[in-house]
Structures are given as C-alpha cells and as structure tokens.
C-alpha cells in the first residue's frame, strides 16, 4: 500500500493574514507551517499504511519559495520521503493550475494506490482541488471522507452528507478527501525530527513536471476591486456580577422572541 | 460581457427545490432572460417551483442510482455542452455536491473557478464575482478574464428567494454517460441523523457551545436552552473536531451558515471560521470569560462570566416563565 498525500504549507493562522497592496493576493512571506487540517490525512495515510503491513507514505506540496518545514513535519510523523514543486511562474496559480501540478508530482512519483488530500486548505479554502486532481488523473474520488478502511482492493469511506453520511465504495487506485478530526495526528518524536533532517525532499520546477505555470497572467481571473465590508457594531459588554442572566433575558423579552 | 444563458446548479430533497436553489435561481433570473436549472436526480416533483423562481429550462438526470455526483453531473454537463448549449456562466451552491460538480467541470472545460462568493454582477469588467475575507472584514471582487462557461459557487443565504411569475419551463431529461474508472466510487448505504426541532440553518434562534464549556458533558446546557427557547443548537468547529458534537452541529466557515433572529455564543471565542458563518444574524449575545475574546467585537450584548455560572441561571429563569 503506497499512498501519496497532499499537504499546503500555509502562513501561521495565528498571525492576522494581509493582502498584497499590488496582487491583492494573500501575503505568503516568511516561515510557512504543515496546514493543520493536513496532519489529518498524513496520520490516516500512515495508520492505513502500517495496517496493510507495507508500502510507504510520499508527501507532496507545491510552495513559491523552497519553503520545506512544513513538509519536513510530516516527514517526522513518519512519511519516507517529499517531493516540493517550488517556482516562481507558479505564483498567482489559481486551483486548476494547482492540481494540475500536484497530479503531475503524483505521477512523477509513480503513482500510488491511494492519493490523500484535506477537504479545503486553512488559507485560501478554494476546496476544489482533491476533486480536480482526481479528474485530471482520471481517477474516482470520494471527498469528505471520515472514516476510512481498506478491504483488499476496495476502499470503503463513510462520506460527510448534509444530513448525515453515506457508506461508499470506492475502486483503487483512488483520490480522498479527508476531515478535520477523522484521526488524531501525532505529534513527532525528538527521534522522528532528527531522521526528518536526513529523508530525500526533492525540490523540482513546474517544468521538470511538464506543467506549463498560469502564474498571473493567464489564471483566467483578476482582482479587480478590494472594499472594506460593512462593520458590526459591538453593543454592550458587562461584567457578570451573577445576575447578568438578566440581562439576556431581558433582550430576548425586547425582541418579543420570549 | 453580456450574459445571456445561466445554469444553476439546482438540488432537491424529499421532493422540494432546496431553498438554497431557489436563492440561485433569484439572482440568476435579475442576470439573464434566460436561466436553466440543471438537477442532478429526479426533477418532476419540484419543476414548477423552479419555474416559479425563474427556470425557463430544467435538466435533469432522473437517480443516479448510486453514482457520486461530482463525476457523474459533470460528465453530463459536458456532453450537453460540447452539444452546442453552453451557458455563459454556471452558479453552485457551496455544498458537497455543487463543490465536487463544479471542481471536476473545471478540468473537463479547462475554466478556472470561483467559490464561496455573495454576489455576482454583469459589470464593465466582465462577469464578477465577490468573496468576503479575513471573517468577512474584507470583500474582493474578482473578474473573470478567460471565456466562458464561467464555473462560480455561493456560500447559502447569499440571496433571498423570491417567486416571480415564471410559468411551467421546458423539461429536458438527460442521460449520464457511462463514467469508467472514474465513477469507481457508488454510495451503498445513506445514514441520517436523528434531529429534533427546527433545522440549524433554518431556526429563529441558535444557540451555539465552544471549547469554553470544558468538557462534551457540559454541552447539554446549549441544548437544554436551545429546547426552552425553541431554537437550535449548534456547534463551534473545536468542539465538532474533538468529538463532542457530529458535524452536522457546526456553524461556520466549513459548517452551516445561519442567519437567525437572535445567536447566542456561549464558550465560543470568535474564530475567523466561526464568524464567517453567523455574522449575518441580526442580534448575536455572547457569554465568555474571556473579556478579550473577538466574539464581543461583533455581539450587540457580551457578558464576561463563566458560562457554567451564566447559562444555568438563565435556563432556571426561562423555566420559571414557562
């Protein structure tokens, strides 16, 4: 069981994001992290790995600026090796581009029965590239995915619905979309840091891929206006003094909805 | 450019045109003369409703036995497409279904995509759609510049549904191609969950746990005051990712988007995600021990307290007046 998963190195959440004053693009400078919702798919990718009893976990990632340290977080989770596609044509790629360069990395690699993605990136949520790549490979594909088994050659996923989920079957080789909170990720051990210093992580361009870059030019959308929205008020704020119950009963009796 | 043909991506449960359809199918018809509804299942229960809201067309698949619809819709737009009617523009809802469609369409027609808008205009710059971000502090308006079909999504409650006089449109039934390898995935069993009470993005009055409730036990006060006020309760996503609550729970950014009348945040700190997703409410209370919290920039009334203390004195104080 060989499995490829996806992973975005994405600016730190917890510091406010920006958009270039010139692009209107997200600023993406600085140290990038493992996208959170990814550590997901590379825990399930290495759980589902040890239960067949073979094969590896192959991370793959697409950056403008030969960022590494994210993918080498997922190296010390355990994956064998990386593969970056970093090039500066590729800035501005919209997410048709994106997939494009993440189906020709999984192809570079050999393919592999299993492709892993998380369902949107914490960054940018277009939340259609899984999909995309699975078109452009050809493959099928089952997204939102939060549960997931494999049984032979059949991969067996309970899908996120609206209402509920849906138990589906699915052919290999296959695309998923997995979940926040489908598995709990592992942290790295001191161990799995330093080994992840040493694992292959090859950097490539869009053109050792054959991908021909988009970049801003060709993306088939431009930014043609940014506005501040409409602000919210904040109303009144109180200290509870163990009778603030009040006051919210006393605005819902306002409003005539008690 | 002018925009003569519009398809919406258009859905229905138990029979119905979903109301997120109908909001689609609203703006749409302001846009073109000339809009068709494209549904991925069996239409004849709801047609004339999409008429009503301004379908002059209806498409549709009939069941799809099983099929995931992201391969098994796009297949057939293609086909209907590459026959000679193309629309100018395709809208999707923001939904699984819609999602998966419009993303594998993008491949089929080589067209860039635009989601989770709130609106969309014919305009000098061409066809523009807008998305908020940062929590919806900042709106970008982005144009398309390739041709079209121009493959756009709305995030639900972008537009309120209104009938107009729209008589019975054209049904159009439409075969699903045969999918090869691609449509290796089938759907072999349907699980629904149990729910009581009005719809989480539907309900007059939501009530809505974070992490500050401390522990899945707690999250029974939410639903005990939901119950009083007749609401709904609902769910930041720490809580749906750590277990507490399914998913179905959670409002935000990659959960439901509610609109009530009144959303009451207890426990909840205001997480970009968490906001984009209820900021439209008309009044939003929030309960937190953390006077700093960004949930009390946008609540017309904050409480700093401890919603351990706060909420039981409050559901006590609506028993007593029932």
């Known amino acids: 069981m060989n499995i490829i998963v996806c992973v975005k190195q994405i ?29 997901y798919g590379v825990e399930m990718a290495l759980q589902l790995v040890a239960t067949a009893g073979g094969g590896e976990v192959n991370i793959i990632s697409m950056a403008p600026n030969g960022e590494t340290s994210g993918m080498r977080t997922a190296l010390a989770m355990g994956a064998a090796k990386g593969l970056l596609v970093s090039d500066p044509a590729l800035a501005g790629s919209d997410a048709l581009t994106t997939a494009k360069v993440l189906a020709a990395s999984v192809t ?46 059949v991969l067996k996923v309970d899908r996120q619905s609206e209402s509920g989920y849906d138990e589906v079957e699915c052919t290999l080789p296959a695309v998923i979309s997995v979940t926040a909170g489908v598995v709990e990720p592992r942290y790295p051990s001191f161990k799995g840091i330093m080994d992840a210093k040493k694992k292959p992580l090859d950097v490539v361009t869009a053109s050792d891929l054959a991908v021909t870059p988009t970049g801003w030019a060709a993306a088939g959308q431009k930014i043609v206006n940014v506005t501040q929205a409409e602000a919210r008020k904040a109303g009144e704020v109180i200290e ?13 009796e306002n409003l005539k909805l008690i | 450019m002018t925009i003569n043909n519009i398809w919406v991506f258009a859905q229905g449960a138990n029979g119905v045109a979903t109301t997120g359809t109908l909001e689609l199918l609203t703006k749409a ?15 004849s229960g709801f047609a004339a409703s999409l008429g009503e809201h301004g379908a002059t067309k209806v498409y549709a698949t009939g069941d799809l036995a099983g099929k995931l619809p992201g391969v098994a819709l796009s297949t057939a737009m293609k086909v209907i497409i590459d026959g000679g009617d193309s629309p100018d523009v395709i809208m999707f809802p923001q939904n699984y279904e819609g999602r998966d469609t419009m993303a594998r369409l993008s491949v089929k027609l080589n067209r860039t995509v635009l989601t989770n808008n709130i609106d969309l205009a014919d ?31 709305f995030r639900p409650k972008s537009f309120v549904a209104e009938s107009a006089s729209g008589g019975a449109p054209e049904i159009v039934a439409v075969a699903v191609p045969e999918l090869g390898t691609q449509g290796g995935a089938r759907v072999v069993a349907t699980h629904a969950e149990q729910t009581t009470g009005p719809k989480l993005d539907e309900a007059a009055i939501v009530v809505s746990g974070g992490r500050g409730l401390g522990e899945a036990a707690n999250y029974s006060l939410i639903e005990d005051l939901a119950k009083l006020l007749k609401g709904a309760p609902g769910a930041s996503r720490a809580i749906v990712d750590a277990g507490w609550v399914p998913y179905s729970y959670q409002v935000g950014q990659t959960g439901k988007v509610v609109k009530p009348s009144v959303y009451i ?25 953390d006077k700093e919290a960004p949930i009390f920039g946008i609540a017309d009334l904050g409480i700093v307290g401890d919603v351990h203390k706060v909420l039981p004195k409050l559901i006590e104080a609506l028993k007593a007046r029932s």
């Open chain 1, 11 to 39: 600016p730190d959440p917890a510091s406010p994001g920006a958009l270039d004053a010139s692009t209107h693009a997200l600023k993406r400078e600085g140290k990038l992290i493992l996208d959170e919702s990814d550590a």
């Open chain 1, 108 to 153: 570079k690699l050999g393919g592999a029965d299993l492709i892993i993605t998380g369902t949107e990136s914490s960054d940018g949520y277009t939340g259609t590239v899984p999909e995309q790549i699975a078109e452009v490979l050809g493959l099928p594909s089952v997204t939102f995915a939060k549960k997931v088994k494999i049984e032979g050659s």
């Open chain 1, 240 to 252: 509870d003094d163990g009778e603030a119950f009040g006051k919210i009963v006393a605005f819902l």
């Open chain 2, 29 to 43: 018809r302001s846009l073109s003369s000339k809009v068709t509804a494209f549904v991925g299942g069996d239409a």
């Open chain 2, 123 to 153: 305009s000098t710059d061409g066809v523009v759609a807008t998305t908020p971000v940062f929590g919806g502090n900042i709106l970008v308006a982005t144009a398309f510049s390739g041709p079209g079909p121009h493959l756009v999504s």
């Open chain 2, 265 to 289: 945040a207890a426990g909840i700190s205001g997480a970009t995600q968490h906001m984009v997703g209820m900021k439209g409410s008309k009044s939003i209370i929030a309960i937190n021990k």
